[in-house]
């Protein structure tokens, strides 16, 4: 009898074991499921050299997301050929959430057009997030004798080919933005391309071309001073630093929209849990004092919203600039 009990006894022990390593594996499980994401540090690559806007941007936010995510997230410089070689690497990485690319309309939307060799497209990456934002202005030089974006159209259509619009080179993103601009107001205009913004300002400032199609930080300090002037936002919403100029729709061209832009996106494939840990970061981030002042330091606004939000702005922007770039016939040196 003792030893019938003896054996119900280690019966009875083994099964309660049994229950607790059960109960141990089903929350191990668990808790490795909710810290499934992240577990290592991210890599966010950067498509442009060190000290740029585009950096700029990738270390702060780099720095917030390291700040609530509870893991580094890592800048990789990746620079060359227009941004298409840090978004070509991009988009050759593991699609598990760890790798990120700051995404801008010319390295997302205009180079595949531009460059039909690339290895890359934007139906290779998931959209995350949209970090921030620039409109861009129709700017001419203070001689030109137009005072309104109707004026500037009218003078333009009066002697096709006698103005002329300045561009930080061939396919550049304010290349193809003035490309836009001729198309929908049905104007010849010149373009001359320059080896950079900065060449183009000075000569617009200096007058040596008539107009520029730029963000607000270019023009920062010439506006005050009256040598340039600023006709219209290419947005459908007034700047925010500028209020008192009209949108291009309020200024005679409905629809005529351009801007710089920043986002992140993801290898496609990656999880929706890591890309929706990622957005609701980057959200977290927008409200931080120290990211809004350093996007009015480079007059970008903050903008947020869901990772389908983006992707509806990626695929509305790729469809209009392949349409422009087709349609301008421009061509570029392939890389």
Do not use: C
């Amino acid at each position: 009898m003792a030893e019938k009990q003896t054996v119900r006894g280690f019966a009875a022990i083994g099964a309660a074991l049994a229950m607790v390593v059960s109960l141990s594996a089903g929350l191990w499980s668990t808790t490795v499921h909710a810290q499934a994401f992240p577990t290592k540090p991210v890599k966010l690559i950067v498509p442009f050299a060190p000290g740029g806007p585009t950096d700029i941007m990738g270390r702060v936010l780099s720095q917030q997301l390291s700040g609530t995510l509870g893991e580094q997230v890592i800048v990789d410089n990746r620079a060359g050929a227009g941004g298409t070689i840090g978004a070509e690497a991009a988009a050759r990485s593991p699609a598990d959430g760890y790798t990120l690319l700051l995404a801008t309309a010319s390295t997302l939307a205009m180079a595949p057009p531009l460059y039909p060799h690339l290895s890359y497209s934007a139906a290779d990456f998931v959209p995350v997030g949209l970090f921030a934002d620039a409109p861009f202005m129709v700017v001419v030089n203070s001689s030109v004798p137009a005072n309104t974006l109707k004026e500037f159209i009218a003078l333009a259509k009066a002697k096709p080919g006698a103005l002329s619009y300045g561009s930080a080179g061939v396919g550049n993103i304010l290349h193809v933005s003035g490309e836009l601009f001729k198309s929908m107001a049905g104007v010849d205009i010149l373009h001359v391309p320059y080896k950079g913004g900065a060449p183009a300002r000075a000569d617009l400032v200096a007058g040596r071309i008539d107009a520029m199609f730029e963000m607000y930080a270019t023009f920062r300090a010439d506006i005050p001073s009256g040598k340039v002037k600023v006709l219209a936002v290419a947005s459908s919403k007034h700047h925010p630093l500028l209020a008192d100029i009209p949108t291009a729709a309020e200024a005679g061209l409905p629809g005529y929209e351009a801007s710089a832009w920043f986002g992140l996106v993801a290898p496609k494939g990656s999880p929706s849990e890591a890309v929706n840990r990622l957005n609701a970061d980057m959200q977290k981030a927008l409200k931080s004092k120290d990211v809004l002042d350093l996007l009015a330091k480079l007059a970008f606004a903050p903008r947020g919203g869901s990772p389908e939000d983006f992707g509806r702005l990626i695929n509305g922007e790729v469809a209009k600039w392949a349409r422009v770039i087709k349609e301008a016939g421009i061509k570029v040196d392939s890389k």
